[in-house]
């Protein structure tokens, strides 16, 4: 078992930056794929960003390449999510996700999930 839990959420405006952390209990932190997907009201969840287990490979969404960043300190347990020229579509719950599988950008593969923190974005 994994717990994760996230953190760093809030309310920005428009062009500002965010800083989103997710710390990992449980099972040896570095043997899991970390991801980030987002689900805004109405809209189904979806992938964000993903970083493998010695941080050396990560993958985007198309709508967030160049400006949000991911990265992981295992020492720490700890997956960052860095967001600047943040946009109001930005706007969404923000959650965590470990899984033992590939690279994945889909939410299936992934076997365990945080919580949740909110992102709000003002324009």
């Known amino acids: 078992q994994v717990q994760l839990v996230e953190s760093g959420g809030g309310l920005v405006q428009a062009g500002g930056s965010l800083r989103l952390s997710c710390v990992a209990s449980g099972r040896a932190f570095s043997s899991y794929i970390m991801g980030w997907f987002r689900q805004a009201p109405g809209k189904e969840r979806e992938f964000v960003a993903v970083i493998s287990w010695r941080g050396t490979s990560t993958r985007y969404a198309e709508s967030v390449k160049g400006r949000f960043t991911i990265s992981r300190d295992n020492a720490k347990n700890t997956v960052f999510l860095e967001m600047n020229s943040l946009k109001p579509e930005d706007t969404a719950v923000y959650y965590c996700?470990?899984?033992?599988?590939?690279?994945?950008?889909?939410?299936?593969?992934?076997?365990?999930w945080g919580q949740g923190t909110q992102v709000t974005v003002s324009s």
């Open positions: 996700a470990a899984t033992s599988n590939i690279l994945a950008t889909t939410s299936e593969v992934y076997d365990y």
